[in-house]
């Protein structure tokens, strides 16, 4: 097992990485637990994990986009005030990011915080979400505007549990692998390894070279997060892809994961950049056509006219937490792929800007 301890100002938490399934016999060296988990991941490993859980101490939910809601969180409120124990009480989670969400929102308000440890079960959990502090609550087709800064005590990852993801959830996660790797200090002169790392990850079949990559996607995101950790300054950056991918996501009736949606999101990005002279046309054309057109289109995804529509992009888009002034919020890359957070995206950018993305990805 290899671990590592992350300094935070809200508490200093624990990642380790392990092989197999044993680490779970520590998780439940208290009594006084409750483990929290999706009904798919449920359905998958019942047999395998769930099993040497008292039925009591589990609750099974059915969790989408459209449920990571303070309703659900509600839910689990009238779960754990059953529960004798209270303060010293220990939330156990195990899941993908809507999971994390609603679980760490619960554990970091009821009784003004519960201990929590977290299992990813996606990719795109184990590389990013998990380590990140934050935990997000939609409201009203507003999109993670309430939460908290609460991490996992404990964070365990085991790459097994990506053999029963499926495609669609495991490119997701590449996308914002592929995000934090492009997002790495010198990435412009490393773009052949990215896209090397990139065809790793979607063979699937390599775990010890795909947990390093994970590792080393956690890695950057961390250096964004070094002494922002309540997303102040620097860590504005790590939205790169995500202003328009946010938006995007509700615009398809959450049909496009959220990877996939920041993917596209980078491309839109990538393109008032060019657009601007700040990034180079070789540059633009080289992460479309090997590293950004080819994951989204292998997605088998039917991209549909009506995700694109510009007024609901654009009405979406103004409803992004991270705007100060009456400008649209966008992270733009320059020439040498560092990143510049502009305010003043206008509406003729981004109405080209999704007529080209419907060019590029063939809609």
């Known amino acids: 097992m290899k671990s590592f301890v992350i300094k935070s100002k809200v508490r200093d938490f624990t990642v380790s990485f392990v092989d197999n399934y044993d680490f779970i016999d520590r998780l439940i060296e208290s009594s006084h637990y409750i483990?929290?988990?999706?009904?798919?991941?449920y359905g998958l490993y019942k047999d395998k994990l769930f099993n040497i859980f008292p039925k009591e101490n589990i609750l099974v939910l059915d969790l989408d986009e459209e449920r990571k809601t303070m309703e659900t969180v509600?839910?689990?409120?009238?779960?754990?005030?059953?529960?004798?124990?209270?303060?010293?009480?220990?939330?156990?989670s195990f899941g993908g990011g809507i999971n994390q969400d609603v679980t760490g929102f619960a554990a970091s308000t009821l009784y003004r915080g519960v201990n929590w440890i977290y299992v990813p079960t996606t990719l795109l959990s184990m590389a990013d979400s998990a380590i990140g502090l934050k935990t997000s609550l939609n409201f009203?087709?507003?999109?993670?505007?309430?939460?908290?800064?609460?991490?996992?005590?404990?964070?365990?990852?085991?790459?097994?549990?990506?053999?029963?993801?499926?495609?669609?959830d495991y490119l997701s996660g590449i996308g914002e692998i592929v995000k934090l790797l492009l997002m790495d200090k010198d990435s412009i002169n490393k773009l052949d390894l990215v896209l090397k790392k990139t065809n790793i990850l979607r063979e699937r079949e390599d775990k010890k070279a795909n947990s390093e990559i994970?590792?080393?996607a956690m890695k950057i995101k961390l250096s964004y997060m070094d002494g922002d950790e309540f997303d102040m300054g620097r860590r504005n950056l790590l939205n790169y892809g995500h202003e328009?991918?946010?938006?995007?996501?509700?615009?398809?009736?959450?049909?496009?994961?959220h990877g996939i949606a920041v993917m596209i999101g980078i491309i839109f990005a990538n393109y008032v950049s060019f657009k601007r002279g700040l990034l180079s046309k070789k540059i633009f054309e080289k992460l479309n056509n090997e590293l950004l057109v080819?994951?989204?289109?292998?997605?088998?995804?039917?991209?549909?006219?009506?995700?694109?529509?510009?007024?609901?992009?654009?009405?979406?888009?103004?409803?992004?937490?991270k705007r100060i002034s009456e400008g649209l919020v966008l992270v733009l890359p320059q020439r040498d792929l560092s990143l510049l957070k502009v305010n003043d995206l206008s509406i003729d950018?981004?109405?080209?800007g999704i007529i080209e993305l419907v060019h590029l990805l063939h809609i």
């Open 244 to 257: 328009f991918g946010h938006a995007l996501e509700p615009a398809s009736g959450y049909k496009i994961p």
């Open 214 to 216: 994970i590792e080393e």
């Open 140 to 168: 009203n087709k507003y999109k993670n505007v309430i939460g908290t800064f609460y991490p996992p005590s404990k964070i365990y990852i085991n790459v097994d549990f990506l053999d029963t993801l499926e495609k669609i």
């Open 294 to 321: 080819p994951n989204i289109l292998s997605t088998g995804l039917k991209y549909e006219k009506t995700f694109f529509n510009k007024d609901t992009i654009l009405a979406n888009m103004k409803k992004d937490k």
């Open 35 to 41: 483990v929290i988990v999706g009904r798919k991941v």
């Open 349 to 352: 950018e981004l109405h080209e």
């Open 74 to 92: 509600l839910a689990i409120y009238k779960k754990l005030l059953n529960i004798s124990a209270k303060k010293n009480l220990t939330i156990i």
